[in-house]
Each structure stands twice: as structure tokens, then as C-alpha cells.
């Protein structure tokens, strides 16, 4: 006689990190931002016992930043993420003044002007708005699949995103301009875009990226060592040759935790820009391969909840926060490995930087917000066939 099982009430044959897409998300940027803290503490203790006399002043306020963005992320996870439609004219206005009031009242670091001074830390603009393009873009692309209109280029919202894009450069930073005006681009392309558009825009964006480079010399010089670093391994192309020589000495496994030498006045930017090449050279190539496959998966987990979002905004919203946090840190791997210029984009998580983090960190808090509302959604439908 057979006997009949409670399928309910049988344990699963396997046990999985996370239950749902939501939990792997919030799970991986944990993983991430441990690796991160480490990295951090471990490729600026150099420079900061040298600058500072300590060398936890980087660490310090890299673990206040992660607590900022933590709490950023709380309130983003917590609040419906339909609510930021509303917010987007306030969002929107506070961030071109906070662009222009950069350029005249920003601190010259460089010769750049990029962050706001706030008394006890700083403010960088720019990275905040990579989140409104999303939103603005988001926005726009849900009205027009709802009613199956055609995607246009030359409309109000890209517009806007163009005017931040071009504040940016002012700074000036092309890299980040550029991704302020390529991830909704490569929203609209996802949702499909018409072919002579697509042809349209893309002939534009070379125009204008030869203009831009063409501008400023410097840029130019990084274009060509980019193919050729060691033509000019002591100026333009040094931090790209000390980069690949960092990631190469590390090997399989890494000189460990801490030991890596290029951290010693070798490498410029080794706790920024260039912090995944550190983390190579103390964790070799399966510590590469590892944070590869965290950022694969962080990117499958995010298409998964937009595929689930209980609306199209929500959907248009968790797609481009998935291609900001992952098309970054494909820039940023590929200009450490030398197959991009040096663009200055930090790498998601690992890369010290204060808003850049707090920003990234509130943006993966909507994003779980997203597929929280998808998940519940999810489980109201399914106890309704029941």
C-alpha cells in the first residue's frame, strides 16, 4: 500500500544559501562589501600611515561609508519603490544645482572640481546622478511599453540626462558623464530601440566622443598607451603597466592578504580605481575568478527580479540599476587589465570611495525592494490557484 507524502511538509533535498532573488542580491553585496573592506584597509595603509600618520585613516572612513550606506540601503529597501516616481522633479532639481554649484564652489583636486565640501566629509554629485538617469529613463520607458509606443531618442527626459552628462565632463570627468548617458541608452536598447535609431545614436556618441578626446590632450595619450602601454611606461600608460604587473605577479593563489608590494608607491590610485588589481596580487586568479562570478551572479539575481517586478516601472528600474552596478564593474575590470583607457570608475564595492558606495548600496536597496514586492506578488498569485 502506498503511502501518500505531504509535499508541504517536505524538507528540500538540498540547502540553499537564500530562498528567493531578493535575499541573494542583499547576500552577494554582503560578500562584496567584506571583500571590499578588506582590500581597502589592505592596499591604503601604505599611503595612509605615510599622508596621515595612521594607517586605519582610509579604513575608518570606508566602514563609516559602508554604515552610511547601509543606512541608505535600509530606507531604499523599506520604502515602495513606486514612491521614487513621484520624487523624481525634487531628485532631479537638487541634483543639476548640486552639478553646477561643483563647478564653482567645489574644491580643485587635480584640477578637477567634483565634490561638494559638507564640513565633515564630501559630496560627490556626479555619482548621484547615475541613479536619477536611471530613474528619469525608467520613468519614460515604462509609459512607453505600456502603450506600446515607439522608443524615441530626442525626448524631455534624455534631454535632462544629457545636461547632467555634460556638467559631469565639466568637472571634469568623461568616464562618469559617460556612464550617466550610457546606461539609459543601453536601457532603451534592451527594450528596443529601432535600427536606424540605434545606427543614429551610436554615430552621434563616436562624433562627440572624438570631439571630447580631441579637447583635452591627456586623453588622447591614455586612447593610444592604451594599446601599447609600455610605449610610454613612465608617463601615460605607468599605471596601466604597474596594473597588469600587479594582477600578473599574483599568480594563482596571491602573495596573501596585506603582502602585496604594489601598494608601495608603485601603483597610483591602489586603493581607488586600480583596488582590484591589489586584490589580485594578494588573492591570485581563483580571488579574480571568485569576484567574476559574484558580479555574474549579482547580475542573473538582478534580471531575474525585474522579470518578476509587479509592473513595467519596476522592471525598467531593477534593469538599469542591474546595468549601472555590473557595467561598471566590467569598466573597471577591463581598464585594470588594460583593455580600456583609464577611465576612473571605481570598482562597485571593492573601489574606496564615499558616495560612489553610499549611492551603489541605496541603489541595490531598491533593487531588493523590487523583488520583495515581486516575490509577495508571486506568493499571493500562487495561494490563489491553490
Known sequence: ??????????????RRFWTNDM?????????LLVLGTINVFSSSFVIAEADYNTPYFFLQRHILNVVIGGLAFGCCFVMDYHAWRKYIPFILLFTVVSLILVLFIGPSVNGARRWLPLGFTQFQPAEFAKLVAIMLMAAYLSVQVRYRREIEILTPQMGLIMVMAFLTEREPDLGTGAIIAGVPFAMMVVVGLVRWRL????????????????????RLDRLKVMLDPWSDAQNYGYQIVQSMSAIGSGELTGMGWGVGVSKYDYLPEAHTDFAFAIFCQENGFLGAVFVFLLFAALAVYSARIANKAT????????????????????????????????????????????????????????LANIGRQGEKALQRRMQETE
Open 1 to 14: 500500500m502506498l503511502k501518500v507524502v505531504d509535499t508541504k511538509k517536505t524538507p528540500p533535498l538540498g
Open 23 to 31: 535575499e541573494a542580491v542583499i547576500g552577494i553585496m554582503a560578500i
Open 199 to 218: 545606427l543614429a545614436v551610436i554615430g552621434t556618441v563616436v562624433s562627440l566622443a572624438i570631439i571630447m578626446i580631441l579637447k583635452q590632450p591627456y
Open 311 to 366: 509592473d513595467i516601472f519596476g522592471q525598467m528600474l531593477a534593469m538599469g540599476i542591474m546595468l549601472l552596478v555590473v557595467g561598471q564593474a566590467i569598466a573597471n575590470l577591463l581598464m585594470v587589465g588594460g583593455m580600456l583607457p583609464v577611465i576612473g570608475v571605481p570598482l562597485p564595492f571593492i573601489s574606496y570611495g564615499g558616495t560612489s558606495l553610499i549611492v551603489t548600496m541605496a541603489a541595490v536597496g531598491i
